[in-house]
């Protein structure tokens, strides 16, 4: 069964540092998310892509956030400056259309020191 | 702005209890409910998505209801593996942020004790 995957599972940095976090969506959908998770809390949505754009956006997702789709099957979130409070559960989906079903990767857990 | 509202946070039942979750919403044009299920540490692993009050979706020990203003998640005769945070999540089509992003309350985190 296609699944999203994302690499690496843990990633720890030190505060300032610049940090990309890689994802591989389901190869047939067309819009790629990512969301976070901060300890606890609910899950935030940060972005949207489709046909090589941020379709959306929320306001956690500032100038220090950028996302890229570098070739036809990576998708990445790239952090510039990491501060403390980037701490958290990076999720990735895709889904095949903007009303359907959104899929899920694993994560990668962002550790900021 | 779209808002989510779980209840119970927390709900502990005997093997074979049945229950239900509960999810109130607050979105300007419904285009979709989706109910997940996330394991700790682990992504939210998608189970029903619900379009329309009335509709109504089964999987396994699962039946998710929906009306206009809440969705209920039927646990029937739950078993020790149905363990986990239920997760529900709204997609507006009108709200000023637009109609991507789903919209997550905070989870019911559900324990099943043998």
């Known amino acids: 069964e296609p699944e999203v995957t994302q690499t690496p599972s843990h990633q720890v940095t030190q505060m300032g540092q610049e940090v990309i976090l890689r994802c591989v969506p389901i190869s047939n959908h067309l819009y790629f998310y990512w969301y976070r998770q901060i300890l606890g809390q609910k899950v935030e949505f940060l972005v949207s892509f489709y046909n090589n754009e941020i379709s959306e956006k929320s306001e956690i997702f500032d100038d220090q956030f950028s996302v890229e789709r570098p070739d036809g099957s990576n998708f990445t979130l790239k952090i510039r400056s990491t501060k403390l409070e980037d701490s958290a559960m990076y999720f990735c989906?895709?889904?095949?259309?903007?009303?359907?079903?959104?899929?899920f990767g694993p994560g990668t857990r962002l550790t900021v020191l | 702005e779209d808002q989510v509202t779980q209840s119970p946070e927390a709900l502990r039942l005997q093997e074979g209890e049945s229950s239900s979750l509960n999810c109130s919403y607050t979105?300007?044009?419904?285009?979709?409910l989706f109910w997940y299920r996330q394991d700790p540490g682990k992504g939210p692993e998608f189970l029903f998505t619900?379009?329309?009050a009335g509709e109504e979706k089964e999987k396994e020990r699962l039946k998710a209801t929906l009306t206009k203003k809440e969705s209920f998640l039927h646990i029937t005769a739950p078993k020790p593996e149905d363990s986990a945070t239920y997760l529900c999540a709204v997609q507006g089509g009108y709200s000023g942020a637009g109609s991507y992003q789903l919209t997550f309350g905070k989870g019911t985190k559900l324990s099943v004790i043998p």
């Open positions: 619900l379009y329309s």
């Open positions: 979105v300007s044009g419904l285009r979709g």
């Open positions: 989906a895709s889904s095949i259309g903007t009303g359907s079903e959104q899929f």
